[in-house]
């Protein structure tokens, strides 16, 4: 497996790789969610592409970049286990040089849920994306459903600027009593840790209220919100149950849904989501 940080010469490397190339974008600190990504592009294609980098663009002055957990040795161990060829991981300047001022920025989406608690944060996401996909010209792109927003995103910023390559969006993993796998898991206190299992609690509310019937949005969104309320270590950002494609709110559901939230647990803020079938028959 090749380390590359310096973009010159992995440009220099790009050309010399023939064949489909799968890139896994991450921000490290690996867990078995990123290398579920890494193990199924490894069986997809003939290179795999694993990028590194704790992108600054997208988190807001606020939030957590400094102290966003990392570890690079321990994540070179994990992607080379699993068999990856590159990885890319290269330092802020190399991505920001001097000079940089083109921003990518998909509109109306990213104005929900995520995008109206996180000002600032999708374009980050698209602008670093975009870069990403222009410097690796992969067949296909590794995304998780974990954050659903951000599949939905950048999928629409492939299709609007007729980018190559697919976009595969694959399950969310789950520690054995349901809850998403995160790096930010690391900070939860014992007693956090506990409490954050109520995210998942109130999305199966919502999921076992919609397979009893219940096609109220609002009855849904209170399922999750009751099941919030009885944990007190839990402050929730947002409920929502949203079309799955547009992320507008729903009154009443009448196809395929997403029910997703963000909860902070003391200081970490958690978010997960669950796509609801559209009701039979
Ligand atoms: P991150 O390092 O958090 O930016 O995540 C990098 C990629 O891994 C994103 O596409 C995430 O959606 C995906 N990912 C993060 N957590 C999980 C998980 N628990 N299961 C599946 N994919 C995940």
């Known amino acids: 497996m090749k380390v590359v940080t310096q973009l010159a010469e992995w440009k220099r490397l790009r050309l010399s790789i023939t064949g489909t190339v799968g890139v896994v974008p991450t921000m490290g ?15 997809e294609n003939q290179a795999v ?3 590194i980098f704790v992108n600054p663009k997208q988190f807001g002055p606020k939030e957590d970049f400094g102290t966003y957990p990392r570890d690079m040795a321990r994540d070179l161990a994990l ?5 990856a060829d590159y990885v890319l991981a ?9 000079g940089f001022q083109t921003r990518v920025e998909v509109e109306r989406l ?7 608690a996180r000002p600032g944060h999708f374009h980050g996401v698209t602008t670093v994306v975009a870069k990403l996909l222009c410097l690796t010209e992969p067949r296909r ?40 796998m995160s790096s930010r898991n690391v900070r939860l206190s014992p007693p956090e840790r506990k409490a954050a299992v109520c995210l998942y609690r109130a999305l199966c509310a919502a ?37 799955p494609e547009t992320l507008e709110e729903l009154a009443t559901l ?28």
């Not at 290269?90 to 001097?98: A, K």
């Not at 007729?162 to 054995?176: A, D, F, K, Q, S």
């Not at 009885?230 to 929502?240: G, I």
Request: hydrophobic share 40%.
């Open 29 to 43: 600190f690996l867990h078995e969610g990123h290398l579920s990504l890494v193990r199924r592009a490894r069986r």
């Open 49 to 51: 592409v694993v990028w």
């Open 79 to 83: 992607v080379e286990h699993e068999g």
């Open 90 to 98: 290269p330092p802020v300047e190399e991505v920001y040089p001097p």
């Open 110 to 116: 990213t104005q929900r849920l995520e995008g109206a």
């Open 141 to 180: 792109a590794y995304f998780g459903q974990k954050d659903a927003q951000q599949v939905l995103v950048v999928s629409r910023m492939v299709r609007d600027l007729g980018m190559l390559g697919e976009i595969v969006t694959c399950p969310t993993m789950r520690e054995p009593d349901g809850l998403a």
């Open 207 to 243: 999921r076992d209220a919609h397979a009893a019937g219940q096609r109220e949005g609002e009855a849904l969104r209170e399922a999750m919100r009751r099941v919030l309320a009885a944990e007190p270590l839990a402050r929730p950002d947002y409920v929502s149950m949203a079309d």
């Open 254 to 281: 009448q196809g395929p849904a997403l029910a997703s939230l963000a909860v902070r647990i003391g200081a970490t803020r958690l978010i997960d989501n669950m796509p609801l079938p559209a009701p039979e028959g």
